[in-house]
């Protein structure tokens, strides 16, 4: 693996005090708590962290690091957005991001906008695992895709989805059980029962791959389909 883009507003952080406060409680070895809060503010290196929501709740011991935030929760990491009903941060700098509910994201820099019932991502290898009712939709080239799991790949910029797999793009439907997105390469890769509607038009083959720049269809093994003139 869809909305506007809203950046945090100055008031969404907390006072010095506050900051100051989070910061002290997570140089310490051992970390239990519940409480409300507005957001906090992070700088790892050249990646900037920031979160908010209504509650949060954590463990710092070694090797147990976990943040939970629960209730409009929402995380920013550099260009990524993300909203969850609950969203688990995991490890010594939050490197793994672990969203359950109406998951939300925006990776503004890339235009690509993504909706699911749960998603992990890691911030280290910027790789992000969409599970359950989950879409993906590229704007700059205009593709909606959905599936029961994606895999997007923000590197090389590779979407893998897999069962009841279904890609939207302008007059074209394509449907399969796994497909391969290649976004650089406008080029997506369909098997297991690939089906594309184009027009009126209906192919079937083994395996399809599609032009999404041309629209071109190209089929092998097993191939057949009907074309209406």
Known sequence: MTGPVMGPAREDFPND??????GAMGRSTVLSCVFFCAGAFFVF???TFTFKADKMSGNKATGKEVTILTGNAEVRSDNLLLKADRIELLGKDNNLIDCFGSVWGNQEEKEIFFKSDRMIYDRDRKIAHL???STLEDKKNEVVARGRYIEYDENSEITVFQISVRLFKNNMVCRSEYAVYRRDEKLLDLSGYPVVYKNNDEFRADRIRVDLDTDDVIMEGSV???IKE
Request: glycine letters at 20%; zero cysteines.
């Open 45 to 47: 290196g050249a990646d």
């Open 17 to 22: 005090r506050a900051v100051n406060r989070i």
């Open 131 to 133: 599970e359950g009712n």
């Open 224 to 226: 057949a389909g009907s």
